[in-house]
């Protein structure tokens, strides 16, 4: 059984950083599309990020410039490092995995592209 596993969230000031952990088992990250979405309260899920088998990643145009995704392998682990976060940015964060067929991993921008998901970590900017 596949099982993803957030953490790092917290409650921050307006251009504070937080930095969040995916860390997945039951099977190897290594070779699965990897991406972060949120979802603030009365909205749709979004993406924030993704990221390719090779680490080549692709940003939301409202996180470009603030947000970095990474992974490391060997640790099955994908990160999301983010700074000067703003209120806006308050939502419930969550990665999700996608088996590398078909939609190619920097294209994978909707819900239904991802196949695994956690049960999210919140992450709360205040002003």
């Known amino acids: 059984q596949v099982q993803l596993v957030e953490s790092g969230g917290g409650s921050v000031q307006a251009g504070g950083s937080l930095r969040l952990s995916c860390a997945a088992s039951?099977?190897?990250?290594?070779?699965?599309?990897l991406g972060w979405f949120r979802q603030a309260p009365g909205k749709e899920r979004e993406v924030v990020a993704g990221?390719?088998?090779?680490?080549?990643?692709t940003y939301a145009d409202s996180v470009k410039g603030r947000f970095t995704i990474s992974r490391d392998n060997a640790k099955d682990t994908v990160y999301l490092q983010m700074n000067s976060l703003k209120p806006e940015d308050t939502a419930m964060y969550y990665c999700?995995?996608?088996?590398?067929?078909?939609?190619?991993?920097?294209?994978?921008?909707?819900?239904?592209?991802?196949?695994?998901w956690g049960r999210g970590t919140q992450v709360t900017v205040s002003s």
């Open positions: 039951g099977y190897s990250r290594s070779s699965y599309c």
């Open positions: 999700a995995a996608a088996l590398p067929y078909g939609l190619r991993c920097l294209a994978r921008e909707k819900y239904s592209d991802y196949n695994y």
């Open positions: 990221i390719d088998i090779a680490g080549s990643p």
